[in-house]
């Protein structure tokens, strides 16, 4: 019964959402992919509807993609039930929402362990990094195609934050990550769970005092517009985890599953690529609308990397020693 209402739900969001099944020919079979991001310019958003492009043209006449932004089909706390129960094929969610599923993806939340995206690009492409797409296949049934990256994250708030102790009592929105989490309380302030498409709205009516963030999210949500001001902390990467079902793969032929899985690295290494550029076109996007970037002193950046440190401490038996000293050395 769960499952009827879930389709049920899926066909009236999409129909009132205007993304109907009319640009599929007859015969082929549509593949639904879901994600919570909106815009244009979103390295997410791009890199998705490239997918779609290169499917819909190349495997002509047996796939179909249809994407559905935005959280128009389903949000945060929806898509992964939705994924299990065949309502959706593909997911792009962040790497923060994995908690309930693996301790692994841990990894990426930690504070500083990245110094930029290219040291992230790295390390997904390592033997341990790879290893992790395919993490939660046996009790899951999830396998990721690829790593999209989105960008490095920076701290805004009602005020600005030039150093740990000006977000004291402060409430944050984060993402369900007990990393995100511990991170904000080391912080002494207060960390918020909720989904992404409430964020604005939290952030307008005070329930929530900050949010952590990358540019392109920043801008294309207008964050800035219910903010003080942004930092340049560069504390955690924000990363999704380009994914499907085992059953939906298992599903295509070898001839078809092979195709569609080359098409998907593809679009995942010139997302990547390029996704630096949309990063620093988004960052010069916010100052153009009117929005306020803190740069901190070497010296201030330091005492936010202090802080922080403990975290690593707190999740190394859970993430394992050797997967952050993999991902550190990257």
Same mark, same amino acid.
């Not at 109907?20 to 998705?48: I, L, M």
């Not at 195709?259 to 998907?264: D, L, R, T, Y």
């Given at each position: 019964?769960?499952?009827?209402?879930l389709a049920?739900?899926?066909?009236?969001?999409a129909?009132s959402?205007?993304t109907?099944?009319?640009?599929?020919d007859?015969g082929?079979r549509v593949?639904?992919?879901? /994600?919570?991001t909106?815009?244009?310019?979103?390295p997410?958003?791009v890199a998705?509807?490239?997918?779609a492009?290169? $499917?819909?043209?190349?495997?002509n006449?047996?796939?179909?993609?249809?994407v559905?932004p935005n959280s128009?089909?389903?949000?945060?706390?929806?898509?992964l039930?939705a994924?299990?129960?065949?309502?959706v094929?593909?997911l792009?969610p962040?790497?923060?929402k994995f908690? &309930?599923?693996?301790d692994?993806?841990?990894?990426?939340d930690?504070?500083?362990?990245f110094k930029?995206?290219d040291h992230?690009i790295r390390?997904?492409?390592? @033997?341990?990094g790879k290893a992790?797409l395919?993490?939660?296949?046996?009790?899951a049934g999830?396998? #990721?195609l690829?790593?999209?990256m &989105?960008?490095?994250?920076?701290f805004?708030?009602?005020?600005?934050?030039?150093v !740990?102790?000006d977000a004291? #009592?402060l409430?944050?929105r984060?993402? =369900?990550?007990?990393v995100a989490k511990?991170?904000?309380s080391?912080?002494g302030?207060s960390?918020?769970a909720m989904a992404?498409?409430e964020?604005?709205?939290a952030?307008? =009516?005070? $329930?929530v005092? %900050?949010?952590e963030?990358?540019?392109?999210?920043i801008?294309t @949500?207008k964050f800035y517009?219910?903010?003080?001001s942004?930092t340049e =902390?560069? /504390?955690?990467?924000?990363?999704?985890l380009f994914?499907t079902?085992?059953?939906f793969?298992?599903?295509?032929?070898?001839?078809?599953?092979?195709?569609?899985?080359?098409?998907?690295?593809?679009?995942?290494q010139?997302?990547n690529e390029?996704v @630096?550029?949309?990063e620093?076109a988004?960052?010069a996007?916010i100052?153009?609308? %009117?929005?306020?970037i803190?740069?901190?002193? !070497?010296e201030?950046?330091?005492?936010?990397v202090?802080t922080?440190?403990?975290v690593w401490?707190?999740?190394?038996?859970y993430?394992?020693?050797?997967?952050?000293?993999?991902?550190?050395?990257a």
């Amino acid at each position: 019964m769960k499952k009827i209402s879930l389709a049920l739900t899926s066909l009236a969001l999409a129909l009132s959402a205007g993304t109907a099944a009319a640009n599929c020919d007859s015969g082929e079979r549509v593949v639904k992919f879901s /994600h919570v991001t909106g815009g244009t310019t979103h390295p997410k958003v791009v890199a998705a509807n490239n997918f779609a492009d290169r $499917v819909n043209k190349e495997m002509n006449g047996k796939l179909c993609v249809e994407v559905f932004p935005n959280s128009t089909l389903f949000g945060d706390s929806k898509e992964l039930e939705a994924l299990l129960l065949g309502d959706v094929q593909l997911l792009a969610p962040s790497l923060s929402k994995f908690g &309930s599923y693996t301790d692994k993806y841990g990894v990426f939340d930690l504070p500083f362990i990245f110094k930029d995206m290219d040291h992230a690009i790295r390390f997904t492409n390592t @033997k341990e990094g790879k290893a992790l797409l395919t993490e939660m296949d046996e009790y899951a049934g999830f396998v #990721g195609l690829g790593y999209w990256m &989105s960008g490095m994250k920076y701290f805004s708030a009602n005020k600005p934050l030039m150093v !740990p102790s000006d977000a004291e #009592g402060l409430k944050f929105r984060v993402q =369900t990550s007990d990393v995100a989490k511990q991170m904000i309380s080391a912080m002494g302030a207060s960390p918020q769970a909720m989904a992404f498409s409430e964020v604005y709205g939290a952030l307008q =009516t005070g $329930v929530v005092d %900050g949010q952590e963030n990358t540019w392109s999210n920043i801008y294309t @949500k207008k964050f800035y517009e219910v903010q003080d001001s942004v930092t340049e =902390t560069n /504390h955690q990467l924000l990363a999704y985890l380009f994914m499907t079902s085992s059953e939906f793969l298992s599903s295509l032929s070898a001839e078809d599953r092979a195709q569609f899985v080359q098409i998907a690295d593809d679009v995942t290494q010139q997302a990547n690529e390029s996704v @630096k550029a949309k990063e620093a076109a988004n960052r010069a996007n916010i100052l153009k609308a %009117g929005g306020k970037i803190n740069s901190l002193t !070497p010296e201030q950046r330091q005492q936010w990397v202090d802080t922080m440190a403990p975290v690593w401490t707190q999740f190394e038996s859970y993430i394992g020693k050797d997967l952050i000293k993999a991902a550190a050395g990257a």
